[in-house]
Antibody
């Protein structure tokens, strides 16, 4: 069974940093691209970043470019999102989602999400 | 404002057929696959349709997707109370500024 478990969320002050993790199990992690998607309270889904299976291709939404860094460790079956210079508008539930192929594409399985709150 | 345009709400009675539209452009729906997600209250999104019209195993055949040009639609037949949820369309967008995965603003489906 495919499982994606996010962790690392919490309360952080504006300008602060946070590192999210996503632990994957139930599939060959190194064969799939991965994504981060967020959802602000009461709002719709917003794509954040994607990474191909071998980390060769990485993409970011304009809203986070230069502040967030996606990475993965295929040996540890883990996906990460380093978030710096956080702003109030980054407050959201952050979902880890598996891509459907080795290259970035739509996602099939999603984790339950981790809440990030940016507030003073 | 979302790159893909969906109606904010839709409704139907049990047993009815409802459709949700998703409008985009040549750089997204017009040239890439469309995905549909269902999000029940308080839960993570669930994949309903991929590659325009393919259903993952376990998704009832009451759900179907289609695409024509720069628009796509999700149809739900035999509407049931448990279909009450938010529905999102998504597609990759390839523009001069780069590739982005874009979502519609979501459609809240109410089963009357």
């Amino acid at each position: 069974e495919v499982q994606l478990v996010e962790s690392g969320g919490g309360l952080v002050k504006p300008g602060g940093s946070l590192r999210l993790s996503c632990a994957a199990s139930g599939f060959t992690f190194s064969s799939y691209s991965m994504n981060w998607v967020r959802q602000a309270p009461g709002k719709g889904l917003e794509w954040v970043s994607s990474i191909s299976s071998s980390s060769s291709y990485i993409y970011y939404a304009d809203s986070v470019k230069g502040r967030f860094t996606i990475s993965r460790d295929n040996a540890k079956n883990s996906l990460y999102l380093q978030m710096n210079s956080l702003r109030a508008e980054d407050t959201a539930v952050y979902y880890c989602a598996r891509g459907m192929t080795t290259v970035v594409t739509g996602a099939d399985y999603w984790g339950q999400g981790t809440l990030v709150t940016v507030s003073s | 404002q979302s790159v893909l345009t969906q109606p904010p709400s839709a409704s139907g009675t049990p047993g009815q057929r409802v459709t949700i539209s998703c409008s985009g452009s040549s750089s997204n729906i017009g040239s890439n696959y469309v995905y549909w997600y269902q999000q029940l209250p308080g839960t993570a999104p669930k994949l309903l349709i991929y590659r325009n019209n393919q259903r993952p195993s376990g998704v009832p055949d009451r759900f179907s997707g289609s695409k024509s040009g720069t628009s796509a639609s999700l149809a739900i037949s035999g509407l049931r109370s448990e279909d009450e949820a938010d529905y999102y369309c998504a597609a990759w967008d390839d523009s001069l500024s780069g590739s982005n995965w874009v979502f519609g603003g979501g459609t809240k489906l109410t089963v009357l």
